[in-house]
């Protein structure tokens, strides 16, 4: 394998990780809730800007904007789900879509009221760069890839060794049998709201020294994120960690290839096949949260 091959590859597994934690994150509520939160995007770009704000502007170290950034989304999502999502939950999608899109537009327009329409970004934070098999790798994404796979495999364990996670589980598959076994299914769609919203401000946080962050960054990602879930799997959590790291991959390879607008088209072309030839996704219905 000649070099530019090596770098191309380590440059779309290492975006695939975020694309991971933001689709994990966007996977987990549709799997345990089955609703469609359009606004998923926004806890990324605002965790975006507030992170260049903290370590910016207030100059908070880094690390500690990787702790607070995420825990405000987890409570933002809280109280999201507490307020609009828990009335949608056993509503047709299509509702849950329209509701989150409109949370999203007014979020969208908060941001820019905050932080105005253009760029903001932490060049200067996680600068340099580390050589990983033979290839020269930014620290900035080298931590947010490290991290951002660190969480995703962390919530994935969670959902199967822990109490909490089985509840979620068993919520998702059958949230009938949940209730007759005494789980209190409004206790754990809280928790998967909040935890997959805290999974969206964590990615906000880890792009923040990398890509340029603006109030459409969400949009921008959100797309890519339900391109990962369709390719995956809706509802299959790992899948949506497999089909990540393969459309990150596929992204970057076809960007060298056919340019950049061509390589982000590739990942819908590959979407719109799985919708064609196997519309369940990858990793088929059987696998779930």
Known sequence: MNVP????????????????????????IFGVMRV????????????ALVTVSLVAGAQMPYWAALLIVP???????????????????????????????????????????????????LPGILAGSVRVAGVDVSQSRLVAFAVAVGTSLGVWIFLRATRTGRAIRSVAQA???????????ERVRNITFALGSAMAG?????????????????????????????????????????????????????????GQVIGSAML??????VLLIRPRGLFGAQVRV
Do not use: C
């Not at 590859?9 to 695939?16: F, K, N």
């Not at 469609?36 to 965790?47: C, S, T």
């Open 202 to 258: 964590l990615a906000g946080v880890l792009m923040a020294p990398t890509f340029a962050s603006d109030a459409q960054l969400g949009s921008r990602f959100l797309i890519k994120a339900f391109a990962v879930i369709i390719v995956g799997g809706m509802g299959s959590y790992p899948g949506a960690i497999a089909a990540a790291m393969l459309l990150g991959i596929l992204e970057v390879f076809g960007g060298y290839a056919f």
């Open 175 to 185: 949230p009938e049998l949940a209730i007759i076994s005494g789980i209190s299914v």
């Open 71 to 121: 825990a405000g989304a987890a409570l933002a999502g809280l109280v999201l789900q507490k307020v609009v999502i828990r009335r949608l939950v056993d509503a047709p999608l299509i509702m849950s879509l329209l509701a989150t899109y409109a949370v999203s537009t007014v979020l969208v327009n908060v941001a820019i009221l905050i932080w105005g329409g253009g760029y903001r970004g």
């Open 5 to 28: 091959v090596l770098e191309l590859l380590v440059g779309g597994i290492l975006l695939g990780g975020l694309y991971a934690l933001m689709a994990g994150g966007l996977n987990l």
């Open 268 to 273: 819908y072309l590959v979407m719109l096949a």
């Open 36 to 47: 469609i939160n359009f606004a998923h995007g926004e806890f990324l770009a605002i965790g």
